[in-house]
Every structure is written in C-alpha cells, then in structure tokens.
C-alpha cells in the first residue's frame, strides 16, 4: 500500500522505533515530560526536524517546533502535531504518532519539493498527558493563552511548573503573550484509543467533536458497626449503597450512550473507610468521569444524578452529599471546513472513513478554542492505550499522515 | 440498684475511670498490647489484684492472672476474665469491663468472706484484638495450647512475638505445654458490642454461641480500558461487576440471617486497580466476613458464592477466580451446664436476660476447647464498639458482675 502514498512509511516506522527505544528500562512505555528521557526524546526529534529541513525553536510554553516558511507567510501558519510525551508505563503510539505523522508531511513536502504558501509548522506540545505537575496539556493550552498563572507555581519535588518549562527551554515569564494569533488552521493525528476504527474495519475517524470532560465527586457516608454483631437489618453499609450506585450510574450511561453522540460515564476512582475487614464500611468517596459529545447529555446525566442519589440515601440509610462536579469542560467540534477537508483528503489516498467522537481529551481541543482545529484517528489494536499493549499498524500510521499531507494542501489552496 | 447486689458498683466505676485514663494522648481509647500503655494497664491491674488479696503471676504465654486458693484445690480452677488491650482509637469497654467484672467477683467473695472449694482465678488475657504482630487472641490460644509455633517469629519493627512476650513477663519458650489440664469452668462478660441488648432492653445476655468466622476473598478481574473512549458496550469494568457482588453478598446475607441463628456477611475491604479517573477498573478485590451460630449457613452461604461468582463472571464479561477461604472457623457452643448456671444467676439478682448468639470472636471461643466455659453480654449504646463513642452503663456492668459472682457461687457448689 505504502508505495502509492505521498509519504514514506518506512520513515515513520524508523522514527517511532528509535523513540520507543528512549523509555524507562523495565518500564515501557516510559516518557514523561520534564525528565531526562523527554529531553532525550526531543533532541532526536529537534534533529529528525532539522534534517527535513525545519527551522527549529522552542516556544514559550516549552513546546517544540519545527518550521518550513511559505511563500505568503502573511496568509498564517497551518500547523501540524500532537505530544512526545507518555503516561507512566504508557504505548509507543499515543502523542508521538501524531508527531511523527506531522513531521512526515513535511518531509514529503520537501521530497516532492512542493513549496506551500502557508508556513507550516511541526509542533510537539509539552506535557499533554497529566504530568509531574498533575494538570495536562500545559503547551496547548499556554498557546492560547489559557495556563492559569497559578499553575507555573505548582510543585513536584525540588521542581516548579516554571522551572520545568524553564528547564525544556520555555519562558515562563512571558506565558502571558503566547496566544498565538497566526494560526490558520490546525491539525492532529492520533491513534483512536478506543475499539471502534478496528472492529469495524475503517482506516480513519474523523473527529466531530473531543467530547467534554465532566468529574463528578460523590461521598457516600453509613455507619462504621462491627461485622461480627451489628444484624444485617441494622446497618448503614455505605460499600452496599455505593454498590447500587455504581450500577445505576453504569446504567444511566449506557442508556445516554444508545442516544445519538458519544457518552460515557465511568467510576475509576472509588476508596472505602476504613477497610477493615470486620467493620462496615463508613464511608466511600467515588469519582465519576463523565464524557459527552452533546452538552445536553451531560446536563441530563448531572441532572438524573442529583436526583437520584437523593433516593439511595433515603433507601440505604445513609447520607450522599450533593455531588460536586470537580472539573467540568464543554465539548469541542471540530472545523466543519476541516472536516470536510479531512474527508476529501482520504477519498484521496483511498482511505475508509467514518466520523466519529473522540472521547478522550486533546491537544486539538486547545488549539480549537484559536484557531481551526480538527483531527484524525488512526486505528489501534483492541483499543488499549495508556498501556504497555497499546499497538497501531505502521501502514494505518502511514495512511494517516498521507491524509494529513492531502488535507494540507487542500488548506494551503484555500 | 447497686445496694442490693452482692457487687460493689463504685469500685467497678473506679478501675474502669483509671485504665480509661491509660491511653494515648489524642488517641481514645487505644492501649495496645504489647506498648508501655499496655504495660502501665497490667501494673494498675496487678496491683488492684494484690490489694483484693490475690497471688498474681503472668504464665508463659503472658497472660496477667490473679489467684484465690480454695479449700479443695484438687477440684480444679473456677476462672473468670477477659482482656485489658485495646484496639487503636478503641473504646472504653471492650474486654476491659470482663476483666474488672471478674476482679470484683473476687473482692465481693473477699469483702463476704466467702471461700470457695475451687481455686479462683481472675485472668487479663495477652492481645485478644488484632495486635501489632497481626493475630488476635494470642494468651487464651496459647492457654489451650494451640499457638502455632511459627507465629512466634512473627515481626513488627524490631521487635518479634517471641520477643513481645517475654517483654510481658511470659516465657515463649515453654508454651508448648501451655496446654491447662485444670479449668474445671471458664466465664467471660463483654459488651454486646451490637445494639440487640439496649434495643430490646435486656440487662443481660446468656450467649448460646460464638459465631464461626470465615473470610472469604474474591478477586474480579476485568479490563483496564480508556474510560473516555470505551463505549459502555465493550467494556469488561472491574468494579461495575463487584458492585453487583456487594449487593448479592448482602442479599444472600441478609436472608440466611431472617432464619434461626445469627448470621452476618460484609465485604469490609475493597481495593480496586487502577484506581485512576480515566482509566475503567481493571480489578477488584474484596474480603468478605462472614459469620455464621450454624455452620451449615455458612456452608449454604460459600456454596451459594462459589456458583454465583461463575454466574457473574459470564454475565459481567469478567475474571472471577474460585473464592478463597482464607480463614474459617466453626462456631463455638457455650456449654450447656454453664448457660443454665447463668440463667439462674440472672434470676438471682433480677437481672432481664435472652439467650443470644455473639457474632463477635471472643477468648472464650479458645477456653472452650479446653474446658466448659461461658459467657455473658452487657447492653452497649447502639451497639457502638471498637471507637471512642463506645459506652456501656455502669450499672449493667454491675449487674453483670452480679451474675458472674452468682455463677460462681453455683459452680462452686457442683
Ligand atoms: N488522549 C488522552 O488519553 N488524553 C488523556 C485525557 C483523557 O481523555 O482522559
Ligand atoms: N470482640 C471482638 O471485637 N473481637 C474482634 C474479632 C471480631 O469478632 O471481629
């Protein structure tokens, strides 16, 4: 397949090899941003960017760019990329394909010395996994404009925000005028992360829209009794009243997830006091993450949410406090115009496509808030991510980025 | 209602103020076996024991014990007692009341100048709770002489059991025949540490059995997904699956305990994998506690999980190993000569009395494997025990004593 694209495979291929290879011994796919490692896996990156002939620099927010200056430069940047950096015992494909897909694009560009009007620029956003720092996507959103300046002062070890940026080449102090104001459209590769692309067998998703990124806290408090005496008509188990909400949430998800946009809500975190064998459980604290493509949706489920733990309290006997949305985003759409773009760009290159949500949060839905943004998924096995198994076929990697190179000079028509 | 009973209530009220006030600063009530609070404890009780005219010894296993020398000694050792530690942020009761009750058995005897044909002896038990070295009830197992030899090298810090009761004054060494051929009758009073007593508003409860106690452990393994990108569908959701468990659990519980003979099951532990917002549960595992007055429940109870976990399994799409037994042991029948002693002690001194069974472990589950032996309940607030709201009046304790004192008055005279 690879022979008929616009770009070279086998340049990808050696690329997301030589940056698995830079990984924690014993712990891959180690990446994080601001250790060692990620300085390693950008100074190959800095070097590949180089050898396509990019001037290269580093923003200030800390993030890696390479550039390829066009021949109306007045017309805006069109920019390309995604993250190098991974979550702990993370896959070699989440973040870097997207990086490495973009640096592609411009190498085949130059292969066929095809000059742009537009310039174009490779980025490699810093941090976009939650970091040492415990907030993500600190080089997307510091591009718009958007890092919270109370962040910079955020502490990991000996180590602040700012001095990580720092420390990657960054400056911090001038956070505050990174809103870039040149971008004419944007663009992201990224494996899909989820099951979908693979079982029904498309080479490409196109993203409609990163779903919104609801956290919901609910603490469920009974009454610590012995096991052994308390009779079991007589308790305030909050394990037993979590349990059914557990369930209830599991279903009302599901039914949200039949309507038409994507939904999902999940409890990952859920801790019980005092977890002790004989004692009923007091207490347990259980966060959901709630994802919607259609705000309603969220809305509803926050709504049937509040309602409905009014009701378990009453039936278990115990107290469920209000539930407190901890962090709540709205979805973002993708560019229409980029979408429809992205589309004729895999009619181009012969790929199947579909639309489709992304239920995971991105860099993409930062830029959006800018610029035109939009992505592309590329299909990953079993949709594990995050994960030592995460794998992505290079050819669907391939496919991908000759979508990109299609689809980007469709944009530099315009 | 003192005056009347052959038991002096004040000096009751007196010892149990001053061990209260053996505790860790900021931490009521906690006098963990094996700490220098524990140590301060057994020289208040030491010397309360002298000044009621007892021999006080600590026998190799650590045990406190104070001795009155009847007048046919060769008719064996009449003992009464329970335990002086405590479990951390413990209560002001638990054990401490049984070994007071006892102690003031035997002033009464002095204070009426009444000898007994048996040997009396009053015993503080070494570490009935969970101790530091991590097993419960290590003086009344080693009395029987059923301490397995391998937990002497148990550890914590520097310090190992072996070590721990030679600190006490017991001699690790010779417990092998520990083994006490002499116990011509063994009882113990306790708080209800359940809310059955006050409830019912009974002064006294004659208790027919001490629960068998089973732990059970299941592990429930599902996948550990993308919780943004997994449809509701496709997902093998670790926790959704142990939720529905938790209800089950409780369920089958809660009808085994509508028939005759108490029987409770929690799930007090609960540790889910990864434990992450964003990523869906990967593994669950839970301990269940289960006690049963009849085995044959808990027989009918493990058999029930054993199928029903394979049922869950499949429906749930997940990993369910076979449940793993990690401990059991059988209920303990208090002897029935004794139960009827008691009875007729509570007629004696008026006290309103109901066979009940303890779902709690107890020493007198250990002494009953080596000699008759008893025991009986005192009403506790709302059955509040093992935390610093634990109470129980000081008249019941009292009375309580009373009965004990009747009892052995009965069990002398056989
Ligand atoms: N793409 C991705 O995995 N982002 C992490 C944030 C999230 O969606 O949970
Ligand atoms: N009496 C008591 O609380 N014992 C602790 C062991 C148990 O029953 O859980």
New binding site residues.
């Given amino acids: 397949m690879s022979s008929n694209l616009p770009v070279n495979a086998n340049r990808i291929a050696e690329d997301i090899e030589a940056l698995a290879a830079i990984t924690e011994p014993g712990h891959p796919w180690t990446r994080r941003a601001f250790s060692p490692l990620f300085h390693e896996g950008r100074t190959y990156l800095e070097a590949r960017m180089k050898a396509a002939g990019l001037e290269t620099r580093i923003d200030a927010a800390g993030n890696l760019i390479g550039r390829r200056t066009g021949r109306k430069p007045w017309l805006g940047t069109i920019m390309l990329g995604s993250h190098s950096d991974t979550v702990p015992d993370g896959g070699r494909f989440d973040g870097i394909a997207g990086v490495i897909a973009a640096l592609e694009v411009a190498r085949a560009l130059g292969d066929q010395t095809i000059e742009l009007d537009h310039d174009l620029e490779i980025v490699d956003f810093l941090a976009e996994e939650v970091s040492i720092f415990g907030v993500s996507c600190i080089g997307s959103r510091a591009m718009t404009g958007q890092l919270p300046e109370s962040w910079l002062s955020r502490v990991s070890g000996d180590l602040d925000l700012a001095g990580g940026i720092a420390q990657v080449g960054g400056e911090p102090g001038v956070l505050a005028q990174q809103k870039r104001p040149d971008i004419a459209g944007f663009l992201e590769l990224h494996i899909e992360q989820g099951p979908v692309l693979e079982a029904e067998r498309e080479d490409i998703g196109i993203v409609t829209a990163i779903a919104g990124i609801t956290r919901v806290e609910i603490a469920v408090e009974g009454r610590a009794d012995?096991?052994?005496t308390t009779p079991m008509d007589r308790r305030a188990d909050a394990l037993v009243a979590a349990s059914q909400l557990v369930l209830d949430i599991r279903n009302a998800a599901a039914e949200l997830a039949r309507t038409p946009g994507h939904f999902a809500a999940t409890v990952g975190e859920f801790r019980i006091e005092p977890n002790a064998a004989?004692v009923v459980p007091s207490k347990v604290v259980l966060l959901i993450d709630g994802r919607a493509e259609i705000r309603a949706d969220m809305e509803a489920f926050c709504r049937w949410l509040d309602g409905h733990v009014e009701k378990l309290a009453t039936a278990y006997g115990v107290r469920i406090e209000a539930p407190n949305r901890v962090s709540d985003n709205l979805p973002t759409p993708g560019d229409a115009g980029l979408l429809s773009t992205l589309e004729a760009a895999c009619e181009r290159v012969g790929a199947k496509h579909r639309r489709m949500a992304s239920g995971a949060g991105h860099d993409t839905a930062w830029i959006a808030k800018l610029a035109p943004a939009a992505m592309i998924f590329v299909p990953c096995r079993a949709g594990r991510s995050h994960c030592p198994d995460e794998w992505a076929d290079n050819d669907d990697i391939a496919l991908g980025a000759a979508v990109l190179f299609e689809a980007v000079r469709e944009m530099d028509t315009d």
Same sequence: chains 1, 2.
Avoid: L, R
């Fill in positions: 012995h096991a052994g004989n």
